[in-house]
């Protein structure tokens, strides 16, 4: 019996190549659902302007041109991204979510929520790092701490 859908949950990381996210869910063995999800509403003050919708549009363009030769297709969504992730789980029969951890002020919240809401479903939720070299709570000083002061070299 094939595996469920897992849906890779696409942000800021709109690559398929070294893309941790993306292969976990690609090895799970069933199909992979590819979304992106427009949320105008969460970043608030940070909203996107011209020109980094112009980018994300043509990103967006490209990703999905580099999916169709592999016989995917970009899903795209404008909306609510809890709400949205928990109806394409619904509507593919998904039974897991992959994504690349976000670092906006507003993503640390929304990812917690995202575990809650859709683990309670029977969702899996899988947090993976992948945007940065290394995660910023892992950079430290000799003595063990995080830095705190930055100074010339």
Known sequence: M??????IWLRND???????????AAAMGGPVVPLYVLDDDLPGRWRMGGASRWWLH????????????RGSRLVLRHGATID??????RQTGARAIY?????????????????RRLE?????????????????EDI??????????????
Do not use: M
């Not at 094939?2 to 849906?7: F, V």
């Not at 043509?58 to 030769?69: A, K, V, Y």
């Open 2 to 7: 094939p595996s469920a859908p897992a849906i």
């Open 14 to 24: 709109l690559r398929l190549h070294d893309h941790p996210a993306l292969t976990a």
């Open 58 to 69: 043509n990103s967006l363009r490209e990703l999905d041109l580099s999916l169709q030769t």
């Open 84 to 89: 949205i992730l928990e109806a394409v789980a």
């Open 99 to 115: 994504w690349s951890r976000g670092y906006e002020p507003w993503a640390s919240k929304l990812e917690s929520a995202i575990h």
């Open 120 to 136: 309670g479903a029977g969702v899996r939720c899988r947090r993976f790092s992948g945007q940065l070299l290394f995660e910023p």
């Open 140 to 153: 430290r000083t000799a003595a063990g701490d995080p830095y705190k002061v930055y100074t010339p070299i």
